[in-house]
Every structure is written in structure tokens, then in C-alpha cells.
């Protein structure tokens, strides 16, 4: 019998903010990218994840965010069993986490509000009030000022700002982001780093794919790398 | 607190209503294809009622038949006779016509005037007048009263088992037809949405694929798109149901002026039922098409 969602998060041993994965194999249908790996985070770490590209970074966020199912081993994120988990609840995990992509991911249509709004208003259901939230989490990236602005009227950094605020603003514990500054200049990547580093002191776990040393010199307190087929 | 399913219901009504306006000329067309193929489709229902409506007047006097009395039947054979027939399953009614009645009958008739007129004596029989549920039940009554000694031996009855099948069948295959009709109409309907449905995910794929990233549930992403097909089966009806308005008010009346033998009537009392059923089947077609279209992983 496939155990429901009330199944899938009831692992007590990993606590919320928590990762833990124990000899995972994850892959697509070309083969394995990553085999057995075994990897702990506790909550409120600021974890980089680097190695070359082809490497495995992206495809252990994509574990780590429901998108990629885990062929074995074990895997507990934030306290929700993924190898467990439902196909029909990978959105309401996903709601649990927050996710910052290279692309920013922003709806081209809506301002800089309504794109922290929308998901909100869509997928939390039983917020008492979304549109405050969506204010706390423009002014806690800096951005109260560009509420009202589309996408295209805001710089790169900005808009990665924009969506990091999108992440936050349902209150996740933990945010996982993948090369979050790889399309912006050093200006940009201070302020987007700046965004995280506030995530960061609140007690949030940031787990972060990055080929950057200059970030992972100056804002992970803890790195780990992956090579291909041999994390 | 209490009120947020209400919000939430209000933010998906927006949400969906901002979805489909960014893309209404689309919108636009498809809705009025839809409307042409639900007007062909209620237009022939309107058609087959009217047609059903008619065949059921042919078929009610067709359910009244003669079985002709033989000269010299007497009393006694004439009452066993009227037994058996008022006993064979079908029958609700026997009446005895005389020669008398049958002659004064014949003498209205415009057909059978001439011959009353040019006979010496009466030509036209005795006969029981039978009243049948249906057509289909004259041929039991043929059977069962074969061989009568009362029965005319020459011409016993005013009516064949074949002349019967005949109307039923034309009823059936009216129908049949009718239904194939509305089943294609609808089937191109569905298509159609279909592929604005498919077009309207081709174009939207971006914004679907980041609601699903930041953990939109997946029924919550199919709301616009029912939202769409439920806009899309209101309007078409709408305009189907305003094409059978003109139908039945202008182009039927036109047809009965023109063509009083068709004998169509007044089509008012189908408008209500079409509009109804015209609403549910293209519903019931394009909410499944909302519900199967693919959306991106």
C-alpha cells in the first residue's frame, strides 16, 4: 500500500529545516547522476554545492524540491519522506520549500507584487493575508519601492530579488537555490547575496548550487562538492 | 477567517478571468465556431421535434383501424367477432360502424364521393372501428381474427402490418439520424475546444511550468482552463439557442406558409427543453476536454 502524505512527513527523525539523505541514487532515464549519496544538513546552515557542470548540482536540487524521484537510498527533506511522497503531493511539499532559479522564473505579465502574490493567493490557501506577506517579503529583499514595476522595467538583480522574495514570502524553512547570480554582474550579486544572507540570519537553511568561488569563499560557512559520478 | 474559501474562490474567478482576457480575440473565435456548430446541432433537434411531433399526428390516426363485415355475418357471428378483437393485447376500443354510417362517412370523403355517388345501393360494408395503442398492432389483430366467418373474406381490414412498420421505422430512422447529427456536432465542438485549449497551454507553458515550480497544486492550474470551456459552452449555447429563436419564429412559419402540407406548428414549446439540453450536452462535451489537455511537467 503507497502511504499518504500524512505518511510521507511523519519522519520525526528529521526535524523542520533538516536534510538528510543516505545513499541515494537519483538519474534519468540515460543513467544515474548521482549514486549513493550521502549528505546531512542542519537547519539554519548555508550550505554551497559546487563542482563542473554536468556535475550532479542541479539534479540534487531537483531532488531536493520533489521535481526528481529517488531510485534508492533514503531521503528526508525538511521532515517529508521523498521516496515516500506522492506524485499528487509534490506540490504541497514544494510549498514547504522556497526555490530560486538561474532564470529568475518570473511571470513576464505581472508586477514585481503580484508575481510574489499570485503563487501565494494560488497554493496557500488559508493565508489570512497574502498581500501583507507579499509586502514583508519585497521589503525584506529591498525591493518595496518596485512593487508596482513589470519584470522588464527591473534589472537582473533585481528581478533574481524579486523572485527570492517569492521564495521567502510563505515563510519556508529551508530555500534552495541554483545558480542563483550565474546571469549577473558583481553589483547584482551582491544584492541578491545580500537577500539570502537576511534568509540566512533568520534561521533558514540555504542550500545553494554554485560554480562561483568567490561566493562560496565569502557567504558558505560549509561546502561540499560533486564530481561526476563520484559524489 | 471564516471567509477565505470565498477569497480564494474570488482569487481563482480572477485569476482565471486575467488568463483568459490576455488571449480573447482566440477566445472570440473559438466561441463562435462553437456557436455554429451548437446552432447546426439544435437546429436539427428543433427539425426532428417538429418532424416527431407530426409522424405522432400520422400515427395516431393510423392507429385507428376498419375490419369490414361480411353482408351476410349474422348477429351472433358479428358479437363473437367483436370479443375476440376487444380480447387481442393492443386494442382499447371497439365501435360497430353500419352500412348506413359507412356510406354517409364515404359521401364527405372527397376520394370516395364519387363512387358513393355513382353506385346503385350501398358498396360500402358494416365494419368494427378498432382503436390500437400503436400501428404495430395490427398485424395480432389480423392474426388472431383470420378465418372469421363474419370477416369481409375479400378485403377483411382497412389496414397492413406493413404499412404500420413502415411509420415506425421512419420514426426510428428520423431519430437515429438525429442523434449520429448531434453526436458529430458535438464531437467537432469538442475538437474545437480542444485545440484552444491545446493552443492556450502551447502559449502559456512558461507560466504553467513556474506555478508548478513554486507549488501550485495541479488542479489549481486547471482552473482557468475549466474556467475557459465552461465561458466557451455558455457562449456557444447562447448563440445557439439565439439561432433557434429565429429559427422557429421567422424561417419555421415561413416554411408552413409555403408548405402547409408539412403541417410543421407553432415550435415554442421545444425552445425551452433544446435550450436546456443544448447547454448540458456541450458541457458535458468540452468539461472533459479541460480535464484530459496535457500540462507541462
Not at chain 1, 527533506?77 to 506524485?87: I, N, T
Not at chain 2, 426532428?48 to 395516431?60: I, K, M
Request: glycine share 6%.
Amino acid at each position: 500500500m503507497i502511504p499518504d502524505w500524512e505518511d510521507a512527513r511523519a519522519d520525526e527523525t528529521v526535524g523542520r529545516g533538516e536534510i538528510r539523505l543516505t545513499d541515494v541514487s537519483v538519474g534519468y532515464d540515460n543513467g544515474t547522476i548521482l549514486d549513493r549519496m550521502t549528505l546531512e544538513v542542519e537547519r539554519g546552515e548555508f550550505l554551497c554545492v559546487e563542482g563542473p557542470s554536468g556535475a550532479g548540482k542541479t539534479t540534487l536540487l531537483r531532488l531536493l524540491y520533489g521535481s526528481l524521484p529517488p531510485r534508492s537510498g533514503t531521503a528526508v527533506v525538511d521532515g517529508v519522506d521523498l521516496v515516500q511522497l506522492r506524485p499528487r503531493h509534490v506540490s504541497r511539499f514544494r510549498r514547504r520549500l522556497g526555490c530560486v532559479f538561474q532564470s529568475y522564473e518570473l511571470l513576464p505579465h505581472l508586477t514585481a507584487r503580484e508575481n510574489v502574490l499570485l503563487p501565494l493567493q494560488l497554493a496557500q490557501m488559508a493565508i489570512d493575508v497574502p498581500e501583507e506577506r507579499a509586502s514583508d517579503a519585497l521589503e525584506a529583499v529591498g525591493l518595496s519601492d518596485k512593487a508596482h514595476s513589470l519584470p522588464a522595467q527591473l534589472s537582473g538583480g533585481q528581478q533574481q530579488r524579486v523572485a527570492i522574495a517569492r521564495a521567502i514570502a510563505h515563510e519556508p524553512a529551508i530555500l534552495l537555490a541554483d545558480e542563483p547570480t550565474g546571469n549577473l554582474d558583481p553589483v547584482a550579486t551582491a544584492e541578491v547575496m545580500k537577500a539570502f544572507e537576511v534568509f540566512h540570519e533568520q534561521g533558514g537553511t540555504v542550500i545553494m548550487a554554485t560554480h562561483d568561488e568567490a561566493l562560496r569563499d565569502n557567504y558558505a560557512r560549509r561546502v561540499i562538492r560533486i564530481d561526476p559520478r563520484a559524489a | 477567517m471564516e471567509l477565505w474559501p470565498l477569497r480564494y474562490l474570488g482569487t481563482l474567478w480572477s485569476y482565471s478571468w486575467r488568463w483568459q482576457k490576455r488571449r480573447l480575440s482566440t477566445w472570440v473565435v473559438t466561441a463562435a465556431v462553437l456557436g455554429v456548430v451548437l446552432s447546426v446541432a439544435a437546429a436539427v433537434q428543433l427539425v426532428v421535434w417538429l418532424g416527431e411531433r407530426s409522424l405522432a399526428g400520422q400515427l395516431q390516426s393510423a392507429s385507428e383501424m376498419q375490419v369490414f363485415l361480411d353482408d351476410g355475418a349474422t348477429p351472433d357471428q358479428q358479437a363473437a367477432l367483436r370479443t375476440r378483437l376487444a380480447a387481442v393485447p393492443g386494442v382499447s376500443r371497439v365501435d360497430y360502424r353500419s352500412k348506413a354510417q359507412a356510406a354517409a362517412r364515404a359521401a364527405r370523403d372527397p376520394q370516395l364521393a364519387p363512387l358513393a355517388g355513382a353506385s346503385q345501393g350501398n358498396p360500402f360494408p358494416a365494419s368494427f372501428v378498432l382503436q390500437m395503442q400503436n400501428p404495430g398492432v395490427a398485424p395480432h389483430v389480423l392474426r388472431s381474427v383470420a378465418g372469421d366467418p363474419a370477416l369481409d373474406p375479400k378485403i377483411p381490414a382497412s389496414y397492413t402490418a406493413a404499412q404500420a412498420q413502415s411509420l415506425n421505422s421512419a420514426l426510428g430512422a428520423m431519430k437515429f439520424v438525429a442523434g449520429a447529427l448531434d453526436a458529430v456536432a458535438l464531437g467537432v465542438g469538442a475538437v474545437v475546444a480542444l485545440a484552444l485549449l491545446r493552443a492556450e497551454v502551447r502559449a502559456r507553458r512558461d507560466e504553467l511550468r513556474i506555478l508548478t515550480l513554486v507549488g501550485v497544486p495541479r488542479a489549481v492550474i486547471r482552473v482557468p482552463l475549466l474556467f475557459q470551456v465552461l465561458s466557451l459552452a455558455v457562449t456557444g449555447s447562447a448563440l445557439a439557442v439565439a439561432s433557434l429563436l429565429y429559427i422557429g419564429r421567422h424561417v419555421i412559419p415561413a416554411i408552413d406558409a409555403s408548405l402547409p402540407f408539412l403541417r410543421l406548428g407553432d415550435p415554442s414549446p421545444a425552445f425551452a427543453t433544446l435550450s436546456v439540453a443544448t447547454l448540458a450536452a456541450s458541457c458535458l462535451a468540452l468539461i472533459p476536454c479541460a480535464l484530459l489537455v496535457r500540462l507541462p511537467r
